[in-house]
C-alpha cells in the first residue's frame, strides 16, 4: 500500500527483470531499467536531436579526431559521492566491448583518457563527426555511465548491484521477488539539467516518488490487472485481449512507434545443425511472414510485410526478393541437398510472451514439414535471456533457435550489433564474416551519405548470403494505460515523466 503524500505508478512491464546490467544484454525490460536508474553522456530530444546530457561542454579538433568532454558540475551517484571522468571512460571503454556501435568506435580509438575529474578525452585514428550522435544512442545496449568500480568489472558477467546517477534508484525495500515485483524510488542525489524534459534530455527528475514493476505471468492477467485498476500502465499487452481494453471506459489502447518492431528467429550458428549455411538457407525457405505476423498479431492494420536487413520505411532500406519465402517444397529439396543428418533442433520457447510464443509454434510446424526434428523448450523470457548465451551443445544446455524482435530504430545501419559479424564479441549466435565486419567498419568511417548507403548495400549481400536470421515482418504493437495516466512518449516509455 501507498504511504500517504506518496504518489506510485504501477506497470505491467513485458517481461520479468532478473537481468539488471544493460551493457550485458540487449533486452529492453533491462534498457528500460538502465533508462530508471542510470543516465547518459548525450540524449535524443522530442526531435532526435542530440543534447548534452551529463555533459557540460565538448569540442572537436579541426581534422575531427581528437575529442574532449567535461563533465556539468556536482553530478552524483546513488551513494552521494561525485560522478568523475574516470567513471565515464571506464563506463565507454565497457560499453565498447559489447554493443555494435560501440566495439566499431573503439577499433578506431587511439586513446582515452581522464584529464582531471570532470575532463576527458579521446583520440581517434581516423575522422568522425557523429560522437555526440553515438553516445546518445537510445535504445539496444545505451551507453549508461557507471560507477568506475563497476565499469571495470568483467562485462561478460552481470553487474547485480546497479549504481547509477539517474533519477531512480532500484529498492531492495519496496521489492518483492517472490512476487514479481520490482521498485524504484526517487533519488535524491539527482542532478538535473535546467532545460525542460523533452524525449530522453533535459531535465528528467521523476514525477512519481516510487515506481513498481509488477510482472505478470500471461497477458490475460496483466490485462485484468489494468481494467481492475491494479496497474495504471501495460506494456505489451496482447493483441487477444486488446478488444476487451478497448471496451472499458478508463481505459486507452494505443500504438506509440511509427516505426514498430521488427520480428526476427535467430540461428546459433556455432552448434549443429544450423552451423551448415546451407541448413540455414533451407529453413528460411520456409518461413513466409505472412504466416507469422498472421498468427501473431492477426489484425493486419498491426503489421506488414518487410523484406529488407533494414526496416521498410528508414533511409537504407531496400527490399529485396532474396529474402522471401520460396516455400515448404522447395525448404524440403534444399534440406535434402544440405544434407542435414537429423540433429536436433531446440527452439527456445517464452511462454510469457504472446507474440514470441506464436512465433515459435509457426516455426516448429514449418520446420517438422519439411523434415527437421524439432524440439520446443518452454521458458520464460528472463530465463531465455539467459540460456541464449550458452554456447554449448544442445546436451549441455546449448540451443538452435529462438524468436525476439527489435524496434525498427535499432536497427537503422549496420552498427548494430544485429548485424555483427565477428563470432567473439558479436550477438548471441555468433556468426563469423570477416567480410561483413570489414563493411561495417567502412560503414562507420564512411565521409558521404551515397557512401554509407552503398555500404549498408554490401552488408545487406553478406546477411542474405550468410542467413544468420530470418525477418519474420514488421509490426506495430499497442500499449494501455489508464486514461488518467499522462506523459506517454515514442518510441520508448521513459517512465521518469509518466504520472497520473
Not at 521489492?175 to 521498485?183: C, Q, R
Not at 520480428?263 to 518461413?287: C, H, I, K, S
Request: contains cysteine; charged residues 20%.
Amino acid at each position: 500500500m501507498a504511504l500517504a503524500g506518496c504518489s506510485l505508478l504501477r506497470v505491467a512491464p513485458h517481461a520479468r527483470l532478473e537481468v539488471m546490467d544493460p551493457t550485458w544484454t540487449t533486452a529492453y525490460i533491462t534498457r528500460n531499467h538502465g533508462y530508471l536508474v542510470y543516465d547518459t553522456l548525450f540524449a535524443y530530444d522530442e526531435n532526435f536531436e542530440a543534447r548534452p546530457q551529463m555533459v557540460d561542454t565538448w569540442t572537436v579538433s579541426p581534422d575531427r579526431k581528437a575529442w574532449t568532454f567535461t563533465l556539468r558540475e556536482q553530478l552524483k551517484w546513488h551513494d552521494g559521492t561525485p560522478v568523475t571522468a574516470a567513471d565515464c571512460v571506464a563506463s565507454l571503454q565497457r560499453w565498447g566491448k559489447r554493443d555494435g556501435a560501440g566495439q566499431l568506435l573503439f577499433k578506431q580509438v587511439e586513446s582515452i583518457a581522464a584529464s582531471d575529474e570532470r575532463t576527458f578525452h579521446i583520440q581517434l585514428r581516423s575522422p568522425r563527426t557523429d560522437l555526440p550522435q553515438l553516445f546518445a544512442k537510445m535504445s539496444g545496449m545505451v551507453p549508461f555511465m557507471l560507477p568506475k568500480q563497476q565499469a571495470q568489472l568483467d562485462p561478460s558477467v552481470p553487474i547485480t548491484s546497479p549504481i547509477g546517477s539517474g533519477p531512480y534508484k532500484y529498492s531492495r525495500f519496496w521489492s518483492v521477488p517472490f512476487m514479481n515485483k520490482v521498485a524504484y524510488v526517487k533519488n535524491r542525489h539527482y542532478v538535473g539539467r535546467q532545460e525542460p524534459l523533452s524525449l530522453a534530455a533535459g531535465n528528467k527528475e521523476g514525477e512519481a516518488d516510487r515506481i513498481e514493476w509488477i510482472y505478470y505471468p500471461t497477458a490475460a492477467e496483466a490485462a485484468r490487472a489494468l481494467i481492475d485498476a491494479q496497474v495504471d500502465y501495460v506494456e505489451s499487452p496482447s493483441y487477444r485481449e486488446v478488444p476487451l481494453l478497448k471496451k472499458a471506459k478508463r481505459i486507452t489502447v494505443a500504438t506509440t512507434d511509427p516505426l514498430g518492431n521488427i520480428g526476427m528467429a535467430r540461428f546459433n550458428m556455432q552448434q549443429p545443425p544450423f552451423d551448415n549455411v546451407a541448413v540455414r538457407r533451407a529453413a528460411l525457405m520456409a518461413m513466409q511472414q505472412e504466416d507469422y505476423m498472421q498468427a501473431a498479431l492477426g489484425d493486419p492494420s498491426y503489421w506488414r510485410t518487410c523484406y529488407s536487413v533494414f526496416p521498410c520505411g528508414t533511409p537504407l532500406a531496400a527490399p529485396t526478393d532474396a529474402l522471401k519465402a520460396a516455400g515448404l517444397e522447395q525448404a524440403r529439396a534444399a534440406l535434402a541437398a544440405a544434407k542435414y543428418d537429423g540433429s536436433p533442433v531446440v527452439l527456445l520457447n517464452p511462454v510469457d510472451s504472446p507474440v514470441l510464443s506464436a512465433f515459435t509454434a509457426v516455426t516448429a510446424e514449418k520446420l517438422s514439414r519439411i523434415g527437421m526434428n524439432v524440439v520446443v523448450e518452454d521458458m520464460d523470457w528472463a530465463t531465455l535471456l539467459k540460456r541464449r548465451t550458452n554456447r554449448g551443445p544442445v546436451g549441455q544446455g546449448g540451443w538452435s533457435m529462438f524468436h525476439t524482435w527489435w524496434l525498427a530504430g535499432d536497427l537503422l545501419d549496420p552498427s548494430a550489433i544485429a548485424f555483427s559479424g565477428d563470432p567473439a564479441n558479436g550477438w548471441t549466435g555468433w556468426l563469423r564474416d570477416d567480410a561483413l565486419e570489414s563493411a561495417r567498419v567502412a560503414f562507420a568511417t564512411a565521409g558521404t551519405p551515397t557512401e554509407r548507403k552503398a555500404i549498408a548495400a554490401q552488408v545487406q549481400q553478406r546477411i542474405v548470403a550468410d542467413a544468420p536470421f530470418a525477418v519474420l515482418g514488421q509490426f506495430f504493437e499497442p500499449v494501455a494505460f489508464a486514461k488518467k495516466v499522462q506523459g506517454i512518449t515514442s518510441p520508448i516509455q521513459f517512465y521518469w515523466q509518466l504520472h497520473k
